[in-house]
């Protein structure tokens, strides 16, 4: 076989090598997978892999985007990968238990109509396009959940992974959670005390809202039964016995999911007053609430007899002053108004709170204890603004504008919501309050009694957990008060009807952790995620500098219209007989001029945004040229010194 023969052999053989070695490649590499990004964005969390491969039952998900319009959006287009990518990941973790399905509704089709149906909402861009990018799951019982749409802001995309696998928990968990409270304050409604000119209170619309979402009972304090709820809710623990804190601290070693609010002075409590039959006695009632000896063995403390009070965050309210005379605005300290940069943007619970603002009035200080094992993580916080008050200034109705004068910031966050989380031990090492080991019975029946008689036993004493079955699932805030309907809802009566607007997201504060806490610990452990996007900086400099540049163009040749405005009205203002014609021809001449310049800045101001265009389509050019370009240049110069390495070593022998 001659020389050009066996070229050619040897370039069949390498093409059909090349095509073999890709066919086997897709093959048996396509399990493998290996995620360069910074923060793992593409690699499911051991808690979604533990929830997808704990389906006893196929779940349907249905992926709707409109690609063809998603296309012109290159954000949105990277955004639209990485949820496929991911949802991918969840059918391939699943063992075939999720079934993915990708739809691109055109307009005006059946798969339009169906994403309609199934609560995917259509997006009209400015183009006038309809973008559909959402999600739909259904379970075996044809029960259904969904993404509507998938924001784009940078909060929603951190929490990406998370809002995925809550939609498939929800689909394998289809029934209601049942809420369980226990709680010292009226949220049933009281009845009151007519005699004493005491009215009745209704039952607050906060067990309406839960009840939408969940079955919600109100537990009673003593001898409660919490084997028939999946969540245990606290709020405002005032004078609970020994025995239903060790039913709490159970529960809380079983690992099940606890929400706890304490006050350290509840204003919408009656209290517990040694004399109900005194009105007066209202204001010298125990007020506060706390499971110091609870928290204590849980890692963090509520501070005793404190206020946190900030002046930043303090909600202006026309203050009457003592004289009655003069009224004034001021921030009222103890009362706050959290937003955005007091809610924790990397927690479920609070991720997306603080748009509208959380309201919340005297609550306290919780702090991790410098002896605590668990991981306490504050969700809220108040500005470094802050400081603590003594709640006795709060007992009796407090002075806003004395309180504002004294005010003196420590400049550091104070936590008012937290997470708590790791493994504990009892706060009763001694077992079970008021329980007695059951006595050794004796070897025989007395005379005259009969088999089984339980005369002279008392009651046996019940071992209880003493570890941690399960880490500490705890969600835990330090105001009770923002629970009342007066802190969240404003009542609007039209004719007959009365509709209830939202003054704050406190309720949604409640409903985000009975949620969150209820998803177990797989859906607990699932971590936020950092940023996807990495943008082109040069570009983005480029645009910067340009915009720059035809800003303070725009703004000059804003500054020479309004001097040439002024100088008209100075030749008007100057007219005088005999003088018309000359100061006419002035203000022709001025007009032109002024017209003059405002052509050529905006043939100027063209020519600045021209040049924008010019600089970023030859950088594009250049990366584009770089990336084409740049590999086959390093292989045919690599081939290069390899052959004139070759020929060398020939001439050489």
């Known amino acids: 076989m001659n020389k050009r023969n066996l070229t050619w052999v040897v370039a069949g053989l390498a093409l059909v090598l090349f095509f073999a070695i890709n066919i086997a490649a897709n093959i048996t590499l396509r399990p493998m997978r290996l995620d360069l990004t910074e923060d793992k964005v593409f690699t499911l969390d051991e808690g979604s892999k533990s929830i997808a491969k704990g389906l006893e039952e196929p779940i349907n998900l249905y992926f709707y985007l409109t690609r063809s319009v998603a296309r012109n959006h290159p954000d949105l287009l990277e955004y639209a990968d990485r949820v496929l990518g991911i949802l991918r990941e969840y059918q391939r973790a699943s063992g075939g238990s999720l079934l993915l399905s990708v739809i691109d509704p055109e307009p005006f089709s059946e798969e339009e109509d169906l994403a309609v149906e199934r609560g995917v909402q259509g997006v009209t861009l400015p183009s006038g396009d309809v973008l559909y990018f959402g999600l739909v799951g259904t379970n075996a019982t044809d029960d259904s959940e969904a993404i509507p749409f998938f924001a784009l802001d940078p909060d929603t995309q951190r929490t990406l992974e998370y809002d995925l696998s809550k939609l498939v928990w929800t689909l394998a968990h289809p029934n209601k959670k049942r809420v369980g409270i226990l709680t010292a304050l009226p949220l049933e409604g009281s009845g009151g005390n007519p005699m004493f000119g005491q009215q009745g209170e209704p039952a607050w619309r906060i067990l309406e809202e839960l009840r939408a979402f969940f079955e919600v009972e109100v537990l009673p304090t003593t001898d409660a039964d919490l084997a028939k709820i999946d969540v245990l809710l606290v709020i405002h623990p005032r004078g609970f016995g020994e025995e239903t804190l060790y039913q709490i601290d159970q529960w809380a070693l079983a690992g099940k999911p606890l929400i706890v609010f304490v006050d350290p002075q509840c204003d919408v409590d009656p209290g517990a007053s040694d004399d109900p039959t005194n009105p007066m006695s209202r204001f010298t009632a125990k007020k506060d609430s706390d499971m110091e000896k609870l928290f204590r063995a849980w890692g963090f403390e509520l501070a005793k007899n404190q206020v946190a009070c900030d002046r930043k965050l303090g909600v202006r309210q026309t203050v009457r002053a003592r004289d009655g005379r003069s009224q004034s605005e001021l921030p009222v300290v103890f009362l706050l108004q959290l937003g955005e940069d007091e809610a924790s943007r990397g927690d479920p619970i609070t991720r997306l709170l603080g748009k509208v603002g959380l309201l919340t009035v005297t609550p306290g200080s919780l702090r991790k204890l410098a002896e605590g094992t668990t991981t306490f993580t504050p969700i809220l916080e108040t500005s470094e603004e802050a400081k603590e008050l003594d709640s006795a200034q709060f007992q009796f109705m407090p002075e806003p504008q004395q309180l504002l004068a004294s005010f003196v910031p420590d400049y550091k966050r104070l936590t008012l919501g937290a997470r708590v989380t790791g493994n504990v031990q009892t706060a009763f090492p001694a077992g079970k309050p008021g329980a007695v080991e059951e006595p ?167 020519e600045v945004r021209h040049q924008l265009h010019r600089d970023i389509e030859r950088l594009g050019a250049s990366l584009k040229w770089l990336n084409i370009g740049l590999v086959p240049a390093l292989v045919c110069a690599t081939a290069l010194l390899l052959g004139g390495w070759r020929a060398q070593q020939r001439r050489q022998r």
């Open 440 to 606: 050794m019975p004796e070897e025989g029946p007395a005379d005259g009694a009969t088999e089984g008689a339980d005369d002279g036993q008392t009651t046996e004493k019940s071992p209880g957990l003493k570890d941690s079955a399960r880490p500490l699932n705890l969600v835990v805030f330090s105001d009770a008060d923002l629970l009342h309907d007066r802190w969240w809802m404003r009542e609007i009566r039209i004719g007959s009807s009365v509709l209830v607007q939202p003054i704050s997201e406190n309720v949604d504060l409640l409903k985000n952790s009975i949620e969150s806490a209820s998803g177990g610990q797989d859906l607990l452990g699932i971590r936020t995620r950092g940023k996807t996007s990495r943008p082109f900086e040069r570009v983005q400099e480029i645009k910067r500098d340009a915009d720059q540049r035809s800003l303070a163009r725009q703004e000059e040749l804003e500054r020479e219209l309004q001097d040439a405005e002024r100088r008209l009205k100075e030749l008007q203002k100057a007219k005088s007989e005999g003088s018309e014609e000359l100061v006419t021809a002035e203000q022709r001449k001025e007009e032109a001029t002024v017209r003059e310049k405002f052509l050529q800045t905006r043939r100027d101001l063209r």
